[in-house]
Structures are given as C-alpha cells and as structure tokens.
C-alpha cells in the first residue's frame, strides 16, 4: 500500500522529499510523520523488540507507541530512540532501525525467539550462576551486548538549547477539544492561560473523528476556537510542547520541539519549560488498548484508531485487506473509514454476544461482514501478517476459520491519560462499565492550601463520548478560572453530537479460555516482550503486587512506559490472581510522560556556562603574568606564578623565600566576607561562632571559629568590628556561600527574633595581602594613611586611603610575617595592585600563588580549613580550646564538645611531623600505623597526614598530622607505610615550625 | 526450595514453565515468634536469612507494610564498593561488598553481581588530596582500592571528558571490585532463601503499634492483629521516626527524599560505575541499557516518595559535562526514595532504650551496597542480643557520647 488516492488532511501533497530509512530512499509528503512516510513506502518491519528481537511494525500513531525508534540522524546528529510516530520528517534526514545486527531483516539475535520457550519472564535469575567468574566475563557482556535499544553518539552534542520559565493561572495541557474549549472558557473568565499540545498539530481525535459541534464538522469548530484563542492576548498556544511532569505546588516542566529548529541552525533544538501554574487542566485523552492474542506483535497488527488517523490524516495505510477485531462500537469506525477508502475490510471481530449500535448497524449497511462472539485465535505471519485464525471468543481457540488478510486493526476499549494527574498524587478509580482507571476528582492532588490544582477535562476523564468531554471541559475551564481567582462568563457550552455507543465488553485475553500455546505468544508490552503468559508465571511464582509483576517480567518498564501494556497487563494479572482488578492496583506513574532529552534538562547551563568561574578584580593580570590557575570552589586561584625556566615547585620557592624575605603579594580577594548588622548583631555571631565576638572593640579583627551542631569545626577567619552594630565576618574562599546560608538558615529559623540582617559582600572587595618584612615599607611608599606599628597594631583594622584608593587595612597575618591586607572597592582592585606593585618595585615585590599561601601558613603551624578538617574534628583536637568561649551561655556546637568522646585523651589530635630524612615529603594523607591489628583485623592505624610540604624557609620536609593521643607524644617516632613496601619514618614535634614566638610579625 | 538452574529452566521449558512454585510462601501470621523484624527491604530480609542460616534462629517474622523490597531496596541505584575512609565503615561495607561476590551462588539466585569497578573522580586538588588519603586507609585495611591517574581513567572509561571547562579530571580513586547488582533481586533471593528456612514473611502487614511491659517489648499490634515477640527489630528506613515513634523513643535521624533517574536504554557505553562529586553526580549503566544517574537529596524533610525537578538538573547538567555523549539521550523516569540521614551520615545498628527492641537505620544515600553486611551484623545483634564487633559501633548511644562515624570527607553527595 502507498498512498491512499484521498484524505490526508496534516499533509500537503503537492510537494515531496526524499529521506534514507536503513539506506534505503524513501518518500514523503509534508507534514508527515516518519511513520507515516514509511508506512506510505510500504515499510513494514521498522524495528526488532527488546528481549527475543522479534520483528515490530508500527503499532500506534502517537506518544504510545512502543516499537517504530529510530536511531535517527548520523554521528555528532545521532539521537536514539526517536519515536518516528510523533516526529515530522525533515528533508534528507536519515534514520536507522535498532537492536539488530548486522541488519533489521537477518539478525542474530532471533536466536532468542527461537529459545523464547526457555526464557520466560526472569529467566535470568535462576541460571548464569555458575561458574562464578562467568557472570561478569560471560553471560553478562552477551546480555548487554543484546540488550540497549539505540545508539549513542560518539562525539559532543552540537546543538544548543534552552529554559522558559513561565506563570500561569491556568495550565491546559492538550489541545483537543476539551483542551481548547477549556482555555476558551478560562481565557474569556480572564485568566492568563497557557495551553500545551505535543503534537504539531490541534484539533486531537476530533480531526480524524468527526461529529457536530453546534451545528458545524468538528474541524471547522477547532479552527473557529484556534482564531478566537489566538485573539485573547491573555492566552498562550504552543504546539509541539509536551507536559513531562507535574510536581509539588503547580511546578510543571514541558518539553517543546522548537520548530525553527534545523540541523545546523542556531536556534535552539529543544526548549524546556518550567512553569507555575495555579490550576493544572488535564486535557490529555485517552490512548486506545491492544487487545492480547497469539501473535499481536507481527508487523500489520495495529491500534485501530491508529490505522484510520493514518488514513485520514497522512492518506496511507497498512495494508490492503484489513480485519478488525474489537470489544467497543468505536473501532467500526475505522471499518467504515477503510471501507470508504477502498480498503478491504473482511470482516470485524467483535467479542461482545452482539453488535447492534449506530455504528455497527452503519458498517452493515455498508456491506461489511460482522461477526460476533469473536475473537483471534491466532496471526499467522513472520514479517507481517498473512492470514488470521478466527474462534469463538468465549472458547479455547478452536479455529472456526482462517482469513487471509495483510493487517489487523484492534480495540480493546480506550485507557484516559491520567499521568500527569498522577504524578503528584491524584488518585484513581476503577470504571467498571468501561474497564478503565481514572481519575477521582474528589482525590487530587493538593496544593499547600490542601486544595486540587489539577482538574482533569474532556475524554481524560474517563468520559469517552465527544458530548460529555465537551460539557466536562466547559466545566474545568470554569473552575480553573474561578479558583485562580476569575469569574467566568455565563453562557451555554456547545454541543457535540456524535452517534451514540453501546458498552463495550472487558476483553483481557482472546479468546477468554486460550491455551498456554496461544498465552505465550500474546504480548503485553511489545518493546519489551512480555507475554501473557509471563504474567501469569509471575503470579504463580509469588509476585503478586502489580509492582513485583512489573520488575519482574519487565512489563510497562520499555521506553513507552507502559502506555499500551500496563491496563492490559494488571487485568491479567488479576485474573491470574482471581482478585478484582482495582485490588491489584496500578503502578506508580512517575515523570516524565514521554522520555525528555537530557540535554533540555540542562538547558544552556554547559560548557562555559556551566557552573561559570569566579574571577577576581585582578584575574586577567594573574593570566597574562604566568599564573598556573588551580580552581577553587567556584573561583580560580594562581597556585603559583611560573617564569621561564622554572618548575612549579621552584616557582613556588622563589614565591615563599621571596615573601620571608622581602615582600610578597596575594590576591586574597576569594576570602569570604558576610557584613552581619543590625543591634543583635553580636549576640547573634556569639551564637554562630564558638568565641565570643559581642566583646570586640570597634576597630578590632578577632579570629573566629564556627562550628556545627555537632562540635565539627567547620569554617573559620577573622572578624572585624565595623562599628557598634557592624561586623564583617571572613571566611574562607570555599565557604563564604555555605556560611551565609548557614546564618540565614538560622536567622529564620531559630533566632527569627534577633534584629540582624546579612549580606554576602564576598566579590565586593578586592583584598590583596602584602606580606613580609618589607610589607610597610611597601605601604608607607604608596603614600596615604598611617600603617605604622602604633597606628595599626596587629589584629586591628583602619580605613583610609592608599595610593589614593579608599581602602580598609587589616593588620593581620596567615604567614607569620609583617602582613597587611588591604580591602578596595572590587572597581578599584586593579589599580591597588599596580600601585602595589609599582611601590614594592624596590623591594623586589612579587606576587605568590595559594601553593605558597599554605606552604607559609603550614611553617606557621596554622590549620586550613579542609586540610586539617574533615568533619570528624573539634577545635580542641586542633589545640584551638582557647577560641572556644568557656563564658558564653551557647553556641552552635556547645552541648556536643560537652559530650565525653569529646574530651578523650585518644582522639586524634594535632601534631608536627618532621621525617627523619629532611628530603623526604610525607605522601598526602599518609597513615601512621602501630603493630598488630584492630578489632576489624586492619592494619592498626592511628592517625594521618592532613598536610605535607617541603619547607624551603627550614629546608626540610615537614607535615601536620592528625595523630591518636597526639598531645602526649611529643618526640616519639612513627611509621608511615606506603605502597609499595616503603615505609618513612616521621618525629613528632610542635605544629608550629617556625617562628614560634612570633617575633617576625610583631614589628 | 526447588533449586534453580540451567536444567531446571529446561525441564520448565517442556512443561510451559507449570512447575515453578511460589519464589517465597505466602504466610499467616503466628500468634508468637522469637524474633519479629519490621519491614522487608534488603536489610530486614538479610538479617532474617543470617539468623537463620548463622544463628539458627528461624521463627522469625519478618512483616511489610507494602510489597517486599518496595522501598530504597528497590529504589536506589545499585552502587557496591566499600572504598570508606574510617575503618568503622570500610569494616562493615568490605563485609558486604565480599558476602556480594558469591551472594547469588548462596542463595540459588542471580542478584547479578558485576564486580565491573567503581570510579571516584577527584576534580579538584582537595578531592585528590582526599581520594589519597582514602587509597592509604583503604590499602591498611586490606582493601583492594587505587589512585589512578587521568590516563588510566580515560582508558576505564572512553567516553569521559577530561578537560571538562570547569573541573579537569586531576585523578580518581578505583575500586575494581566494586560494581552494581541487580537490587530487585537481592531482595528476592534473600526472601526466597528465608522463607525456605522457615522464616514468615508477611506482606501487607503495617505495624500500628507497640506492645510493651515493664521489662520491655511483648509484641507488635498489625493490620493483621496482634504477633507477640521476644526481640523486635526496626529496619524501616524512610519510616524509622514513625516506628520509634510508636515505640515511645525517638532516633537522631532526618528524613528526605533522595532523587534518581534513569535514561532510556541504549547499547554499552560505559562499564563501570562513576562517580563525581565536585560536580554531583554519578552514573552506571544497567544490564538493559539504561544509564542509572543519581542525584541529591533535596533540602526538605518529607516522606513522600516523590521526584523532583532541581537535584535531577543540577545532575544531569554535571554529568553531561563530564560525559558530553549523552547529551542527545533521553530521560526515561525519575522517582525519589526517603532516606534517613543521621547526625554523622553513619548507620545506626544497635540497641534502643526499650529492652528487646533494636534498630537498623540511618543508611542515608547508601544503604544499598551494605545489605549483606549489615544483615550479617544484625542478626548477629539478634541472636547474641549484644552487637558484635561489625555493629558496636554503629550504636545509637554514640550520638550522645559524641562518637561520631563521619564519612563526610568522602561523601560530599549522596552515594
């Protein structure tokens, strides 16, 4: 079959191109699906299925269907699984088949539908198990060879893509006629309304099946709605945009396929929406149901509102002798529109005892054979369908009749969408008189208001006929409108009228009382190949809830998630469990609806932008002046400035000798600093930080320690007192953003009474460090304030001016030498360095890198946080006990270093390390270890190395270490044992190696 | 128990797969048992097996408010290694991860062990500084566990971007014997082989209250009446707040949903599992073909098991840097599991302050990987009524005694 001679409303059939499915050219039409186009080029085997490589056609026309992917595109283009049922073709565009090898016709892997007798449902998990190496080396790299679906790309992905974020009062999702006539209702109430449709295309079923609505076709109704909406500025149309998830309060993310897209463009490829909306209407319709008999999966066998969407809206069919098996009046009309096509239609199956509606009687009349009480027994056929075996549907099977036909169309009644309403929590029901879930509109899901903000609309309702989906939308545009705050207009909602439909029969396994033979070729879920029969085993084997079915038979867990499997699938398994259906339940439905690409998800936070890096006033001097850039947190740092010729580790000497001797300087400007002000001020930091901060005189630095509730120490640095409500709290570079959220979180949570605000002002000022014995010299010759020792003792701050440029000056030290940092306006960073630089000119000034920075502050003795700390250390175990206030009545972290382990003479505490050789460097995070084991029969370690460097100031290696006991054991020896069998042998002295008076910073 | 094997899936084969019978027994409860263990995830299911199997102990109940392994069991993204900083956890997890290598071979059933190895990337030179310092602990405590360096970890895993604009890869910490196992069925083999031993597994079963006297626990009250019991073991992660409660005790633990997706499946491009946390994220590839990816727990305390959208960004964003292939791939379904986290991120396993009731909770993000270990732990507390050495410090009375387990070191994100 190519095209049918009429019909084809989505396509425009003066116009054709050419695309490549499995190098093969094929043909289509403008606004056509892929599916559609292959159908139309007689394609009928578009894929192989998960477990037994089973042939597959297309089975549906829409986000249900489970078989037609497509690896679509080539190399750096290449997207998997693309479900060619929902994908417009684009001119040129290639697509491969999948799970085959070496090609869709001949591949390998039907050697598992030959063996299919010996893998039932979980095979898996009672063999492969022995020998026990063969697992891992044998059995499970054929498994993951055979399993997977498509590829994935081998190369970046070159498109771009991109975020909305949008409000909303009402929320429709689908663009039907319930969805329009509800946004209609909503948008003339007022309300600002955004309605989602996945498809290209609005209008829904209604295009295909057409009644009356107010006097006019159901298309001409849908284009008359789409005018009147795209005239309300307050209502918003995106086509081609599907609702993934529905989240906690109204939170809702859609995916749209950005239609200005091409391969190559700059637009983007894909759009993620993220939106708020007060109400959530669900106008999502229902998905038509397989029904289960032998040989449901040969290509030809199809949905059958399926095949008439492909006659009516892309003029193409499956074949050319079509039979129709159903259990409802609905799939008649597919009888009626083949028939009128010119397609043979044999005979409609119908299970029910008769078949006396309106549309049975049309297709009678019509000339087409009905039987009734029928049912398939069976589909003959390999790579399509070539005849049918008819029985009674109430028997076992026996053949009443074989009928050549080339495809099948069945119904088995219709299921409404209702995940989006179940993502966050509505409930369901169970209709019994159309065997279906859905949703129960006194058990949404609620808002923190503990009202629904989901109301779900037209045949999502559970209410199939076109009259009563269009009443019910009227309806929950209206309530939408009013709980977002609108009053809707009154008025009389329009009427559909379309021939009315007798009940449909619950038809779970056809015939009802098939034998294992017909049950174990009657798939469930054809992605995934789970049979009938595989249920049934799951249920004889113990795995009785829905959810133990499902994990262990794989039913519902392809990439359709179970759109078309899951109802048909847990009526088996009730009847395998002879329990009513809603006692067994429903899986969860989780997000997203229909697979989203990984890519909108990120959106354009990559590359570059993702997580952008945070770069000083002084930053591109640093770059063009040798800087070996080490990233930390989000900034990135110097680690060392190298010259020509130099190593890092000598550029890092020449910094640190260089800085002990003359004078260096340190972009410091990463350091965290938090204003906290307001009259509670220093109550509130004696809280935060374990010393006492309130005593601190204005113009005073004191160095702080914070703590976790636990007594962890967790962030440190010096405070200065600003003025009498004012404190500027640092931190270090890493933690600035923690420790401000730590002090909000506790402010609004805890301490709400106390009168304090905080401000992050991190990147507000630059902060350069000058630092060494010529550190004045270098800022008494930039000219301005006072620097002197008696002006600006240690641990005191002054502000004034340098080289002109307002500046704050902290007489503070992380080197133990002469040191001043100095806070400028972050504008202004740039010009204080040169100035710097230009002044210590004579003083042979340099600047030094962070790797120098913890050399010095490591000769001093002088903790980093994250070094030294671990989230398992106190301030005591540091020898800080003197930072932590024995005065104040609390703080975080008090009651915990009250706890007894706290004060035990064994913990770790810290010590000075110097190997007994001086050239060695202890390895990072070496381990100290006693003879003998412990308790565990480990090697018996009883402490590490937190920091490890060579001193060039002592010319010997030396290292801090977090040591068991360490207070007591001042000299004795340790051995640190290395890979490899070396052991180095480490004295134990003070942490503080150089300069322990502190004469060099007391100048 | 009929044993499963090649043979007997043949046999089946040629009987329409009639014979099989029922994976574990579908039990009534006893009026009475010795032990009764709430909740049947992996844990509560290991430790009935080990009671049975080491202690010999199988009057036990073990009752499920759901289905059995319906909550982080069946939830979590498979990750199996034992690479901890603190010999406290290497213990316990090491214990696990080698009752794993031949779990399926004891239980007559394929949990799908695949010991394919466990990548911790360091992108940062704290990180690095921090995966050293593990590789040392790791090798004295006879853990088999190596730094590597970006060469080597280009060549485990092709598909990885070294330079990442952001985070360079300076190096990783590999675990060769780490891996994943098929979660479902860890829950399954341990129910199948219990029950077999005698242990009643009693599904749809919630506890709504405890019975006590003056010298301790007499029993439980269920939806399925009253079950008197001599020991009574909470191993209800998600939930542990809510049993204590009713047990008039309360445990440090917070409750959060913890997020996981997965992609849908397409053909093997990585082996191993990753893990990156400067970044936050990590990632495996199940058997199918999907790619497993968990994320963070969010910032609120809650129990419903729910996904939700911020973690699941911030991941994936952080994974297609670091993997840019898998940018064009597509997410499949994402969920969430309610984890309970402690005051130093360590499980609790040991006794609480109603004599003849325990407790084993606390696992956080990666309760996972230690079933076998703690199962064995805690029927081991059980049977003896007194931790043994792998539980004893794991106690509860340590948060008060400040004796804490920090893995924090070497757990920045959820593992």
């Known amino acids: 079959m190519k095209r049918l001679p009429t019909g084809g409303r989505l396509i425009d059939r003066t116009t054709t191109f050419d695309m490549i499915f499995n190098s093969r050219r094929i043909t289509a039409h403008p606004g056509d699906t892929v599916a559609a186009a292959l159908m139309a080029n007689g394609e009928r085997m578009v894929g192989r299925s998960f477990k037994y490589h089973r042939p597959r056609g297309i089975v549906a026309s829409g986000a249900e269907e489970p078989n037609a992917l497509m690896n679509m595109g080539e190399g750096e283009w290449l997207e998997p699984n693309q479900r060619s049922t929902v994908t417009p073709v684009v001119k040129g565009q290639s697509f491969e088949s999948q799970n085959h090898w070496p090609s869709l016709e001949f591949d390998v892997g039907v050697i598992n539908a030959k063996l299919s007798r010996f893998f039932p449902a979980g095979f898996y998990y009672k063999t492969f198990m022995r020998p026990r190496w063969a697992w891992k080396h044998l059995f499970e790299p054929v498994i993951r060879q055979s399993a997977g679906l498509g590829k994935a790309p081998d190369q970046p992905d070159p498109d771009s893509y991109e975020q909305f974020y949008a409000y909303t009062d009402v929320l429709i999702v689908g663009g039907g006629i319930a969805g329009l006539h509800a946004a209609l209702e909503a948008g003339r109430a007022g309300a600002k309304v955004l309605l989602l449709e996945q498809n290209p295309n609005l209008g829904g079923r209604a295009l295909v099946d057409v009644v009356d609505i107010d006097g006019k076709p159901s298309p001409d109704w849908i284009a008359a709605t789409i005018a009147a909406l795209e005239d309300m500025p307050n209502v918003t149309i995106r086509t081609a945009t599907m609702a993934a998830g529905v989240f906690d309060h109204g939170y809702v993310t859609a995916q749209e396929q950005v239609a200005t897209y091409t391969q190559g463009s700059d637009a983007p490829r894909h759009r993620l929406w993220r939106i708020r909306a007060t109400r959530i209407i669900t106008a999502t319709g229902a998905i038509e149901r397989p029904l289960t008999f032998a040989g449901n999966d040969i290509p030809g066998v199809m949905l059958a509102a399926a095949v008439r969407d492909y006659a009516e809206l892309y003029a193409t069919a499956p074949g050319e002798r079509t039979i129709i098996v159903t259990n409802n009046d609905d799939a008649y009309r597919t009888a009626l529109t083949l028939h009128s096509a010119g397609i043979a239609v044999p005979v409609v199956l119908d299970a029910r005892p008769e078949a006396t509606g309106t549309l049975p009687e049309q297709a009678r009349a019509a000339g087409i054979r009905i039987e009734t009480n029928a049912a398939i027994a069976k589909v003959h056929g390999k790579r399509k369908v070539t005849s049918v075996d008819i029985c009674d549907h109430t028997g076992a099977g026996d053949v009443r009749e074989t009928i050549p036909c080339d495809s099948v169309a069945m119904s088995g009644g219709w299921s409404p969408v209702v995940h989006l309403w179940s993502h966050c929590g509505g409930k369901l029901n169970w209709d019994e008189a159309n065997a279906m879930f859905a949703p129960d509109p006194k058990r949404p899901p609620t808002g923190d208001d503990g009202e629904g903000f989901v109301i779900p609309a037209g045949s999502a309702t559970g209410d199939l006929h076109a009259t009563q989906a269009l009443a019910n939308a009227a309806e929950a545009g209206r309530q939408a409108a009013i709980e977002a705050g609108f009053t809707p207009s009154v008025g009389a909602a329009p009427l559909a009228t379309a021939p009315t439909e007798y009940p449909m029969l619950p038809v779970w396994m056809m015939p009802i009382n098939a034998p294992y033979k017909l049950r174990s070729k009657a798939f469930l879920d054809f992605q995934n190949d789970v049979k009938a029969s595989d249920v049934a085993l799951a249920a004889r084997e113990g795995f009785t809830s829905v959810e133990h079915t499902k994990r262990y038979t794989t039913l519902g867990m392809a990439t359709d998630q179970g759109k078309l499997s899951n109802i048909n699938g847990l009526a088996i398994l009730a009847e395998s469990l002879n329990t009513p259906i809603p006692q067994v339940g429903t899986t969860t439905f989780r997000p997203p609806y229909t697979p989203i690409s990984l890519a909108a998800i990120a959106g354009d936070a990559r590359g570059p932008l993702f997580k952008p890096t945070r770069k000083t006033a002084m930053d591109a001097w640093h770059d063009a002046n040798g800087a070996d850039w080490e990233p930390v947190a989000d900034w990135r740092r110097p680690y060392t400035y190298v010259r020509d010729g130099e190593t890092k580790r000598d550029a890092v000497h020449r910094e640190i000798l260089n800085t002990r001797n003359h004078v260096g300087m340190l972009d410091a400007s990463t350091l965290g600093k938090i204003l906290v002000k307001g009259p509670d001020a220093g109550k509130f930091l004696d809280l935060i930080y374990t010393n006492m901060m309130s005593s601190l005189a204005v113009g005073k630095c004191r160095y702080g320690l914070m703590c976790s509730e636990n007594g962890f120490l967790f962030d440190d640095g010096v405070v200065a007192r600003l003025s009498e409500d004012s404190f500027l709290c640092h931190t270090t570079s890493g933690g600035s953003d923690r420790v401000h959220a730590w002090m909000e979180e506790w402010l609004q949570t805890e301490w709400w009474d106390l009168q304090v605000y905080t401000a992050n002002l991190t990147e507000q000022y630059a902060q350069i460090a000058v630092v060494g014995p010529d550190a004045r010299n270098v800022l008494e010759s930039m000219g301005g304030m006072n620097v002197s020792r008696e002006a600006l003792p240690f641990m005191t701050f002054a502000e004034g001016e340098l080289a002109g440029i307002p500046a704050r000056a902290y007489r503070i030290s992380f080197s133990g030498e002469l040191s001043y940092e100095i806070a400028v306006p972050a504008s202004r960073g740039q010009e204080f360095w040169d100035a710097a630089l230009a002044a210590g000119a004579a003083h042979s000034i340099m600047p030094y890198g962070t790797e120098a920075l913890h050399v010095m502050r490591a000769e001093k003795g002088f903790i980093m946080i994250g070094d030294e700390t671990d989230g398992t250390v106190t301030p005591l175990d540091l020898n800080l006990g003197w930072a932590v206030s024995k005065k104040k009545e609390d703080f975080i972290g008090k009651r915990a270093l009250e706890r007894e382990f706290f004060h035990r003479t064994d913990r770790k505490q810290l010590v000075g390390l110097m190997p007994e050789n001086p050239d060695d460097v202890l390895p990072d995070g070496a381990h100290a270890v006693e003879p003998g084991t412990n308790i565990y029969g480990q090697k018996n370690m009883i402490g590490h190395v937190t920091s490890t460097y060579y001193s060039p100031t002592l010319k010997h290696g030396i290292a801090m270490a977090l040591i068991k006991g360490g207070a007591q054991r001042l000299g004795e020896t340790l051995s640190f044992p290395l890979e490899g069998g070396k052991v180095i042998k480490a004295k134990i002295v003070d942490p503080v190696f150089y300069d322990k008076e502190g004469a060099r910073q007391n100048v | ?415």
């Open chain 2, 1 to 415: 128990m009929k044993r499963y094997s090649a043979f007997a899936l043949a046999r089946e084969a040629f009987r329409n797969h009639s014979g099989w019978e029922r994976a574990w027994r579908a039990a009534v409860p006893k009026d009475e048992y010795d032990v009764v263990i709430v909740g049947a995830g992996g844990h509560g299911l290991a430790t009935a097996y080990y009671l049975a199997k080491n202690h010999g102990i199988s009057n036990v109940a073990v009752l499920e408010k759901g289905w059995l392994g319906g909550g982080n069991t069946g939830r979590n993204t498979t990750i199996i290694r034992s690479n901890y900083l603190q010999d406290e956890s290497a213990a316990i997890y090491e214990k696990a991860r080698s009752l794993y290598e031949t779990l399926s071979q004891d239980l007559n059933y394929n949990i799908m062990f695949s010991p394919r190895g466990v990548l911790m990337l360091a992108q940062t030179e704290h990180e690095l500084r921090a995966w050293k310092r593990t590789a040392h602990a790791n090798r004295l405590a006879g853990i088999e566990s190596e730094l590597v360096d970006p060469q080597q970890i280009k060549k485990i895993v092709p598909i990885i971007n070294l330079d990442g604009p952001r985070y360079p890869v300076l190096g990783g910490l590999w675990q060769p014997r780490g891996g994943t196992a098929r979660h479902d069925a860890v829950a399954w083999g341990y129910a199948r082989k219990a029950s077999a031993m005698g242990v009643d597994i009693i599904q749809q079963c919630e506890v709504t209250g405890v019975d006590r006297d003056a010298n301790g626990v007499t029993g439980v009250q269920t939806s399925k009446g009253a079950i008197r019991c001599k020991k009574l073991c909470f191993i209800v992660a998600g939930s542990s707040g809510l049993l204590a409660e009713m047990a008039g005790f309360r445990l440090p633990i917070e409750s959060l949903a913890l997020q996981a997706t997965v992609s849908e499946p397409i053909k093997p491009i990585i082996d191993c599992v990753v893990m990156a946390n400067t970044v936050h994220g990590y990632l495996s590839q199940s058997d199918k073909g999907e790619l497993v990816i968990g994320g963070g727990t969010d910032g609120f305390n809650n129990y419903t098991q729910r996904g939700s959208f911020q973690h699941i960004e911030e991941t994936i964003r952080a994974l297609i840097e670091t993997f840019p292939v898998i940018s064009r791939l597509k997410q499949l379904r994402q969920w969430g599991g309610i984890v309970d986290i402690t005051g130093d991120r360590s499980p609790i396993i040991g006794k609480t302050p109603v004599p003849g009731i325990f407790v084993n909770c606390g696992w956080g993000t990666g309760g996972f990987k230690a079933i076998p270990g703690s199962g064995w732990a805690t029927a081991e507390m059980l049977a003896t009524g007194e931790p043994g050495v792998l539980a004893q410090s794991f106690s509860l009375d340590r948060f008060a005694e400040g004796r804490m387990i920090d893995e924090s070191v070497a757990a920045a994100v959820a593992h």
